[in-house]
């Protein structure tokens, strides 16, 4: 299996603009989570999606961040409009049901850094 | 506020010793304590996990030792190799309930020395 997979691994852009970060989760797996790491913060979950449908996203800082998942095998964590304070590497993970001893297994993450 | 503490922030051993890495929390109701292994450029990948029924876990060169009054839980990496750089997670959560939310630690950066 190819695991999580992430896309772009590294992104640059300026405040303002919009970010789209992507997530392939592993198939067979029925959760998806959204992480977001950080010197200050550590890794922080922002988003849970159990069978394409968001149940936990009190982790979402603001509103300028929204995730959807259209189907079980791609989600996409979106920034509108970016700021410098969002640079972090963003991970997404999977696991097969979500249940509270599944393994969550992590993508590589994504790299951002707002300018 | 932080839900796990984990200490040190960074660690130097040398081949062939014992690297510590120590973790406290406060939520009563955290009942699974699992640790994550990153390395450089790569997602954290779980690497071996306890829940308070037992005090003691251990897996290869890798043990979790449990203290539930003192609410710590710590990694012990015995006899480390240098494969074993890397940055290591504490995290706590319940094991109970719809899924499996966690709270990590703030991570612990391995550098062991050939």
């Known amino acids: 299996d190819a695991g999580v997979i992430q896309s772009p691994r590294h992104e640059v852009t300026e405040m303002g603009q919009e970010v789209t970060l992507r997530c392939k989760p592993i198939s067979g797996h029925n959760s998806l989570f959204w992480y977001r790491q950080t010197m200050m913060r550590g890794l922080e979950l922002l988003i849970y999606?159990?069978?394409?449908?968001?149940?936990?996203d009190s982790g979402m800082p603001e509103d300028r961040f929204s995730a959807k998942m259209p189907n079980a095998s791609f989600s996409t964590l979106k920034i509108q409009p970016s700021e410098p304070r969002d640079s972090a590497v963003y991970f997404c993970?999977?696991?097969?049901?979500?249940?509270?001893?599944?393994?969550?297994?992590f993508g590589p993450g994504t790299r951002l850094l707002v300018l | 506020q932080q839900q796990v503490k984990q200490s040190p922030q960074s660690l130097i051993v040398q081949k062939g010793g014992i690297s510590i890495i120590n973790c406290a929390y406060e939520n009563t109701a955290f009942d699974y304590f699992p640790w994550y292994q990153q390395f450089p450029g790569k997602g954290p990948a779980l690497l071996i996990a306890i829940r308070p029924d037992v005090s003691e876990k251990k897996e290869g060169r890798f043990t979790i030792s449990f203290n539930k009054s003192a609410k710590q839980f710590s990694l012990h990496i015995m006899d480390s190799q240098p494969g074993d750089s890397a940055t290591y997670f504490c995290a706590a959560g319940r094991g109970r309930g719809n899924f499996n939310k966690f709270y990590f630690g703030s991570g612990t950066k391995l550098n062991v020395k050939p």
């Open positions: 999606f159990n069978n394409n449908v968001p149940i936990d």
């Open positions: 993970a999977s696991s097969l049901d979500g249940g509270p001893l599944e393994t969550q297994y």
